[in-house]
């Protein structure tokens, strides 16, 4: 199924969530935080402009972007977990 963001949406994959601290210590599930980088699957077609237009996005189909900790809202599409941003949710990206 594919999924098609509304105006200035996007649709995310959240990348994994480190499995080991950097001293090599694994960590459990629980105490995991929740991955604030992804992968944009999808964008909408921009937000609408007081003329009528449609500004562009700033990040396309592909790009890793950064976005803060509980940003979005979270959904699952055929059993994979994903999540829809608002452009400006975005914060960087990773290039």
Sequence with gaps: MKLVPLGDKVVVRRLDAEKATPGGILLPESA????????ILSVGDG????????A?????EGDRVIFPQYAGTEIEI???PLLILEAEQILAIVT
């Design 56 to 60: 562009k996005h700033d990040a396309h």
């Design 78 to 80: 055929d059993g994979e």
């Design 47 to 54: 937000r609408r402009m007081p003329d009528g237009g449609r």
């Design 32 to 39: 995991r935080e929740v991955p604030r980088q992804g992968r």
